[in-house]
């Protein structure tokens, strides 16, 4: 019996943990944004401080899901190969050395979706299930 209950708890964790990690993560630009693709090294160079552009030389601005969301981690493991702590470390040293600030930061998907289709220099993450016209993926996280 014993082995059952186990056994049962451990194959409902796993469905479980694998519908939490399904969520496709992708890389947002404004529909009007002539931009149609990019490469994972330079949105890292983006939302790193790194570049300040896309490739066609417009000016590109960050937009960051809040400190904490399961999204920003997963973004910056997925984009930067860096967790949440060396993010952090990042940010501090960058800011103390003025080479750079930290992306805007917006609350959730739906803010970031609007700030992205709003602004045609913007460039954000949300999770797949939140696109809709307004905004284009240029990068898919999976």
Do not use: C, H
Not at 30 to 54: C, H, K, M, N, Y
């Amino acid at each position: 019996m014993l082995k059952s209950t186990l056994y049962t708890a451990l194959l409902l964790g796993g469905l479980t943990g694998g519908a939490a990690s399904a969520a496709e993560l992708v890389v947002i630009v404004s529909a009007r944004t002539p931009v149609a693709a990019l490469r994972q090294d330079q949105v890292a160079g983006i939302f790193l401080a790194e570049a300040s552009s896309f490739p066609d030389g417009t000016e590109a601005m960050a937009v960051d899901q809040g400190i904490g969301s399961p999204l920003r981690d997963e973004f910056y493991q997925k984009v930067a190969n860096r967790s949440p702590a060396l993010m952090k470390a990042y940010w501090t040293k960058m800011i103390f050395t003025g080479r750079g600030q930290p992306p805007r930061e917006a609350p959730n998907s739906a803010a970031v979706r609007r700030l992205v289709a709003d602004n045609p220099g913007m460039i954000g993450y949300i999770e797949r299930a939140a696109l809709d016209p307004s905004v284009r993926p240029v990068l898919v996280l999976k």
